[in-house]
């Protein structure tokens, strides 16, 4: 069975995911971020997925996250659980490299849902092509124009890359995203365009840019 650690100092929740999740995957759970580092140094291997609740007892995870000194969060498929849904904090977690965010309460197939989307996600593309000369390559995580590469991608945003890379005209619609991507996962607008608006941020250094019009987006050079 696939391995996935859990950060979550709320014993309740602790429960909650156990009830939902055990039956597929093998849980390690973690009080703390201290508790979960001192295994991270000691284990042989690493987790399909880690969740990590927002807010613990010993710090804001977003700190630990940002950190270059940690590379639990550069190894790993992350996905960040918190009762806040404010915008900037969504934000700094998938500039961060979070995978998905999922808000509290959640229901059980919310979270089924996300986590097997974010365990199952399709690495089977190693390169694609956008606009003929920029090279997506899904096992860097970067897109290449050849001299100069972006910053490293979340896999949310390779996945994007890679719906533009198939379309003859880089043209995607929202509604392709959605069905493409999240699948039958509930996400709202405001998530796709915080992914939109940090993958723009990235691309533009190699001279990319991404548009919206008429319900689409248009990948597209500066």
């Not at 969740?51 to 007892?57: Q, T």
């Amino acid at each position: 069975m696939k391995t996935i650690w859990i950060l979550e100092d709320d014993t309740h929740c602790q429960f909650v995911y156990k009830d939902i999740l055990e039956a597929k995957y093998t849980l390690c759970l973690f009080e703390s971020f201290q508790e979960l580092m001192n295994h991270f140094t000691t284990s042989e291997g690493l987790p399909s997925l880690l969740i990590v609740d927002l807010k613990l007892s010993d710090g804001f995870i977003i700190e630990h996250i940002k950190s270059e000194k940690i590379k639990l969060f550069k190894e790993t498929l992350f996905m960040v659980v918190s009762s806040n849904d404010d915008l900037q904090i969504l934000r700094s977690c998938y500039e961060n490299g979070a995978i998905d965010y999922l808000t509290k309460p959640f229901n059980k197939t919310e979270l089924l849902l996300k986590v097997e989307r974010a365990i199952n996600l399709d690495g089977s593309k190693n390169t694609a092509k956008i606009l003929n000369s920029y090279t997506l390559l899904t096992n860097e995580k970067t897109l290449s124009n050849g001299f100069k590469s972006s910053p490293e991608l979340t896999p949310k945003e390779c996945q994007i890359l890679y719906l533009f890379s198939q379309s003859s005209k880089s043209k995607v619609a929202k509604k392709e995203i959605l069905e493409k991507i999240w699948k039958s996962t509930a996400v709202t607008t405001k998530t796709i365009d915080v992914h939109i608006s940090n993958l723009r941020k990235k691309i533009a250094e190699i001279g990319l840019t991404i548009r919206f019009s008429e319900d689409s987006y248009y990948i597209e050079k500066i």
